[in-house]
């Protein structure tokens, strides 16, 4: 029976997590033959160029993995874990005005006024629980659970 009741969590977590998700400003997807699908949040269609948090969360094959990876029972653990220290940055970084980004996934292309490009394929099976900041030249991954002293290392 306790099995059975696991099978619940995750959904009702992920459910209760993304139904308490304010949206901003919606954001784009834009395609073309040439390129890839990338999101966008700024001035342009192609780029992201000024200082952002980017959220992501594991879709249901990134899932399927951990789950396979750590084991059902881990895996529900280090997923409310998870969803704690996201929900805490994300509280954090609205508290300072950073603008937030929840990609579904895809490619997602950042450019600085220096030009330092940098891309994010967020459909990796190595990307779960992740977070980065985009200080406006460069693309920091950082540590969610010290949230804080990263936003002060990168973000001044």
Not at 100 to 116: L, R
Not at 141 to 154: P, Q
Request: hydrophobic fraction near 35%; include cysteine; charge should be negative.
């Amino acid at each position: 029976m306790k099995t059975m009741k696991n099978y619940f969590i995750l959904p009702a977590a992920l459910f209760i997590f993304y139904a308490c998700q304010e949206s901003k400003i919606p954001e784009e997807k834009v395609s073309t033959d040439a390129a890839p699908p990338v999101q966008t949040v700024t001035e342009s269609d192609s780029q992201i160029t000024r200082p952002c948090a980017i959220l992501h969360t594991p879709d249901s094959i990134q899932l399927e993995h951990l789950k396979k990876d750590n084991g059902e029972e881990a895996f529900y653990t280090i997923n409310e874990d998870y969803q704690n220290y996201m929900t805490d940055a994300r509280a954090f970084l609205e508290g300072k005005g950073v603008k937030i980004i929840e990609p579904a996934g895809g490619k997602i292309s950042f450019h600085s006024a220096k030009g330092n490009p940098a891309t994010l394929n967020l459909s990796d099976v190595k990307y779960n629980w992740e977070m980065w900041l985009f200080d406006g030249n460069q693309l920091h991954k950082i540590d969610v659970m010290d949230i804080e002293n990263e936003y002060k290392k990168y973000m001044k």
